[in-house]
């Protein structure tokens, strides 16, 4: 039932905020025509609202509906985050990371706003943490939890409100790029669950051995209170291995199989993961293979196949209706229902969006 | 009349040029993969072949001659590799091929370390090049073969070091084999990129073939730049010539030229300057003057490079070299693939 109340109303949004329309507001990183990145912030027709220039290229944002601000993460390996005033539609500051540590590109708000949680590697000793930023006190970092693995990714707050779960993508990287892979040989990736009192571990779930090539990255929970993962293959490029999987705290992972070609053309990378308004969609981009997929969330049945080149980022779609919003990195805003796709006009399409957009209001 | 003559010159002047079609893509792939990368992998293939045979002859007579012989047929080999090494897609990124070839750069030192110790307790299932094909990618490839047989404990190769380098040129041999199968086969990947369509299960058209080597050769730039120059490079006063692939064995300057050869000759090819919806005409000659920069680049800093790195003169060609393959990389990616109607995608390439 938590896991329901999730997809609940806007009661959270200021009346400053509602005032910007009942359609949504969309939030994502992005590459401007002339080479230089931004934070953007549009409306349900792709309607500019703000275009913030950073110094880096983006990935994800995190959003507290109780402070009315977004903090949008550098692309890892980076070491700053960007807080957005919603109202004033402003960068208002810019945390840093510690030295000799890096953002993972991905961070969420517990349920009062009051802290920031972000994924961060130690460069030296490859350690995946969680680091906590108080923003009560100028996102002051005040301290951190162990991921439960190497290269934590994306994280969510679990619906209680009271845990995170954690992707760790179970890649190290070298510590001169932050980027080329480590060890691949000795990788493990799980989902960790981790009780934000104590900031202990409560679940660890690995991939069984045949799939330990397999790095979990994104997360996204739907009505059910199902956490669906994206994957992408880190094994032989032939190999078609399952890339889209769940998990129900408390039990095992499991994973879904693509039918052919799409298997195939997947090309063992997914790129992003969202539920829909109502939580029973779920969609699973694969920009390599330019193709996002719908799943049914109850059923785990795939319920539609968008063709997007370079389709990555996902959000539930305008309005509160079935289906989603998808960006890509060709500068397109669709809006995606079972009933077919339609372009959302854009100031911006000689942009090239970010990996993740964000709906900031329902 | 007159005056319709001119207007009919005027429009045929003035009409844009037309955008490339699906068969101008096709054509391209066509041009690049018979042109190019087929008989680079068939090249790769018939230098391998003979680099265990010249491992025999130095192991069996050690002298400076053998030597020598040795080492132009492991430079042959490096070359062939510089033609293929950024392909990686296909045949190459299958099985880990790419790894297995050539384990480099290994920051780790992951195949030093393990060649240390086999050296110090050799073990003889690997001098089976089957067995050997299946164990650590950082024994079974270039780097290995160079550190045995140029590495600092060439002055003493042992009788196991020789049959391990014996059983690496065999492996590379079948590696190269496998991959040439795995372009040319019946179901190849040199008929599947050449039969791009709706029926195809992997290149839904022909500008997504078209957009695959788009990537491949940009790669090569970025690994030309980022993997072989700019960390040698260092900051000022700070080179690192032990960063340089292959300094061991004398070929970083043949396997360096060879990478610019490959790069120019797959960009000729594509000829994305022909593709594009407008005209092209400086693009293409900038690239030709960039090209040549860079050939002169390597000259200026003068031979060997692992020794030249360091010296002013050194350091400058090889800025040269690295100014003047950023300009290529820049045009093709801005400029010249939009043109061309191609992408290599924004969130396609990435790993997050």
């Known amino acids: 039932m938590q896991a329901v109340a999730a997809f609940g109303g806007t009661g959270l949004v200021s009346p400053a905020l509602a005032a910007i329309g009942d359609n949504g507001l969309y939030v994502s990183g992005c590459r401007q025509a002339d ?20 110094e880096t290229r983006l990935h994800d944002t995190a959003h507290s509906g109780m402070l009315n601000r977004a903090v949008i993460f550098a692309r890892r390996p980076g070491t700053l985050a960007f807080v957005i005033d919603l109202v004033s539609r402003r960068l208002e500051r810019t945390i840093m990371s510690l030295a000799g540590r890096h953002f993972y590109g991905h961070g969420v708000f517990s349920k009062d706003g009051r802290i920031l949680y972000a994924t961060e590697n130690d460069f030296a000793s490859g350690a995946g943490l969680i680091g906590l930023y108080d923003s009560s006190d100028g996102y002051r970092r005040i301290g951190e939890f162990p991921s439960g693995g190497v290269g934590p990714h994306e994280l969510l707050l679990h619906p209680d409100g009271r845990s ?116 029973d969609l779920v969609a699973t981009s694969c920009p390599k293979g330019g193709r996002i997929i719908v799943w049914e969330a109850k059923t785990g049945k795939i319920a539609g196949v968008a063709a997007l080149e370079d389709g990555c980022g996902v959000a539930p779609a305008p309005a509160r209706k079935r289906g989603f919003a998808m960006s890509s990195g060709g500068g397109l805003l669709i809006d995606w229902s079972l009933e077919g796709a339609s372009p959302i006009a854009s100031e911006g399409s000689r942009r090239s969006w970010d990996n993740h957009l964000r709906k900031i209001i329902s | 009349m007159r005056v319709l003559c001119f207007l009919a010159i005027l429009v045929i002047l003035c009409s844009p040029v037309r955008a490339a079609t699906p068969e101008d893509h096709a054509k391209a792939v066509a041009r690049v993969v018979d042109g190019a990368i087929v008989p680079a992998f068939g090249a790769l293939e018939a230098a391998t072949a003979k680099l265990k045979p010249a491992t025999e002859s130095y192991c069996r007579q050690p002298d400076p001659a053998h030597r ?27 099985s880990q091929r790419v790894e297995r070839f050539a384990f ?34 950082a024994i079974q490839g270039l780097p290995a073969f160079e550190a045995l047989l140029f590495g600092d404990e060439a002055a003493a190769v042992k009788d196991y070091d020789c049959k391990l380098a014996v059983a690496i040129a065999a492996n590379l041999e079948q590696l190269s084999n496998e991959m040439v199968r795995g372009w040319t086969a019946a179901d190849g990947w040199r008929p599947l990129m050449l039969s791009a369509g709706p029926t195809n299960s992997y290149y839904a058209t022909p500008r997504e073939a078209a ?45 360096l030229e060879a990478t610019l050869a490959a790069l120019k000759q797959f960009v000729a090819l594509f000829d994305l300057p022909g593709l594009s919806d407008q005209d092209m005409a400086s693009a293409k000659s900038s690239i030709d003057v960039q090209f040549k920069r860079a050939d002169e680049g390597l000259a200026l800093a003068g031979h060997p490079l692992p020794q030249t790195i360091a010296a002013p003169t050194g350091r400058a060609g090889v800025q040269q070299v690295l100014a003047a393959m950023k300009i290529v990389q820049d045009l093709i990616g801005a400029q010249l693939a939009p043109a061309a109607g191609l992408s290599v995608g924004f969130n396609a390439l990435d790993g997050d």
């Open chain 1, 164 to 279: 995170l779960i954690v992707a760790n993508g179970g890649i190290r990287t070298n510590p001169e790029t932050g980027r080329e892979k480590l060890d691949l040989d000795t990788m493990i990736s799980s989902l960790t669950r981790i009780d934000l009192a104590h900031g202990t571990i409560t679940e660890s779930v690995a991939l069984p051995k045949a799939m330990k090539l397999l790095s979990l990255r994104h997360l996204a929970i739907d009505a059910t209170g199902a956490v669906w993962f994206g994957a992408q293959w880190e094994g032989d490029p032939g190999e078609t291995p399952p890339i889209v999987g769940r998990y129900r705290p408390g039990s095992s992972l499991s994973t879904l199989m693509l039918p052919e070609p799409l298997a195939r053309v997947s090309q063992g990378y997914v790129g992003s993961v969202a539920s829909d308004a109502q939580g």
């Open chain 2, 211 to 255: 957009n695959e080597l788009l990537k491949a050769v940009l790669t090569g730039f970025v690994q030309l730049r980022d993997q072989r120059l700019l960390t040698a490079l260092g900051k000022e006063g700070g080179a690192r010539p032990e960063k340089l692939p292959y300094w061991r064995s004398g070929g970083t300057d043949a396997y």
């Open chain 2, 68 to 94: 020598e012989a040795l080492r132009a047929a492991f430079i042959e080999v490096l070359k062939r590799w510089a033609h293929v090494d950024f392909l990686l897609f296909g045949p190459l990124a299958e």
């Open chain 1, 35 to 54: 080479g230089s990145f931004a934070a953007v912030l549009f409306d349900e027709r792709g309607r500019d609202l703000a275009v913030l220039p950073v």
């Open chain 2, 104 to 137: 480099w750069p290994d920051s780790s030192g992951a195949g030093a370390r393990q060649m240390r110790r086999l050296r110090a307790k050799p073990d003889p299932a690997l001098l089976d090049p089957q067995r050997l094909g299946k164990s650590s990618a």
